[in-house]
Structure formats: structure tokens, C-alpha cells
């Protein structure tokens, strides 16, 4: 069973950064699509960033390219969320989700193509 844990959430200014780690365990994480997700007070959660298994090919959501960065380290079963010049409505819970994917060339941010899902992280952009 996958089980997957976020850290590196925290308190940060307007223009500064952050990084979210996602440690998975359980398996061996490489046939797997990871996804960055994120839910606001009052809002629905949503696609951030994914990377797909072998190829780590990329996504993002139109709010966050230039700014976000997703990467994995397969050989410490990680992915991280490089987050640069944050912003106010950046503010949410981070979660990182994945499904198994072998081969996989693509990555999607529809939440509901996610199996395995992390507790979430708090990411707060404030001055």
C-alpha cells in the first residue's frame, strides 16, 4: 500500500519561496504519476503540478507556470513543489496524490485520476 507524506509547508511573505517535499513509501514510487494538489478555504481542490513515472513529464495549471517547479527523485522515492515568488492567493493546503501508472508519458491534474492521497501540508502567504 502507498502512503504518502508532505512536509515543507510553512509561513511565508508575498514574492518568496518555498519547497514541498512528498515522500512516498510502501512501494517503489517510479511507476506512479504524481500530482500536487491544493484546496483553499471555501474552494474545491485543484491540480497544481504532476510529473508522469519514467519520463517525468510535466503539467501545471496556468496560475502557477513560471512560478512552481515539480521534480522526483526516484531513487529517494520523493517529489518535490518548488514554489517561487508566492503569492496571497497561493494560500492552501498542499497535498500530493498518485496513481500507478506504469509507462506512463503523460500526467494528469484531474483530482478524481488519483488513488493515493497525502494528509496535506499548510502553505500560508502573508505579510
Same mark, same amino acid.
Given at each position: 500500500?502507498?502512503?504518502?507524506?508532505?512536509? !515543507?509547508?510553512?509561513?511565508?511573505? /508575498? =514574492?518568496?519561496?518555498?519547497?514541498?517535499?512528498?515522500?512516498? $513509501?510502501?512501494?517503489? %514510487?517510479? @511507476?506512479?504519476?504524481? !500530482?500536487?494538489?491544493?484546496?483553499? /478555504? =471555501?474552494?474545491?481542490?485543484?491540480?497544481?503540478?504532476?510529473? $508522469?513515472?519514467?519520463? %517525468?513529464? @510535466?503539467?501545471?495549471?496556468?496560475?502557477?507556470?513560471?512560478?512552481?517547479?515539480?521534480?522526483?527523485?526516484?531513487?529517494?522515492?520523493?517529489?518535490?513543489?518548488?514554489?517561487?515568488?508566492?503569492?496571497?492567493?497561493?494560500?492552501?493546503?498542499?497535498?500530493?496524490?498518485?496513481?500507478?501508472?506504469?509507462?506512463?508519458?503523460?500526467?494528469?491534474?484531474?483530482?478524481?485520476?488519483?488513488?493515493?492521497?497525502?494528509?496535506?501540508?499548510?502553505?500560508?502567504?502573508?505579510?
Amino acid at each position: 500500500q502507498l502512503q504518502l507524506v508532505e512536509s !515543507g509547508g510553512g509561513l511565508v511573505q /508575498p =514574492g518568496g519561496s518555498l519547497r514541498l517535499s512528498c515522500v512516498a $513509501s510502501g512501494v517503489t %514510487a517510479d @511507476t506512479y504519476i504524481i !500530482g500536487w494538489f491544493r484546496q483553499a /478555504p =471555501g474552494k474545491a481542490r485543484e491540480g497544481v503540478a504532476c510529473i $508522469s513515472d519514467r519520463r %517525468a513529464t @510535466t503539467s501545471y495549471a496556468d496560475s502557477v507556470k513560471g512560478r512552481f517547479t515539480i521534480s522526483r527523485d526516484n531513487a529517494k522515492n520523493t517529489v518535490y513543489l518548488q514554489m517561487n515568488s508566492l503569492k496571497p492567493e497561493d494560500t492552501a493546503v498542499y497535498y500530493c496524490a498518485a496513481d500507478w501508472r506504469p509507462f506512463a508519458d503523460i500526467c494528469t491534474l484531474n483530482r478524481g485520476q488519483y488513488t493515493f492521497w497525502g494528509q496535506g501540508t499548510q502553505v500560508t502567504v502573508s505579510s
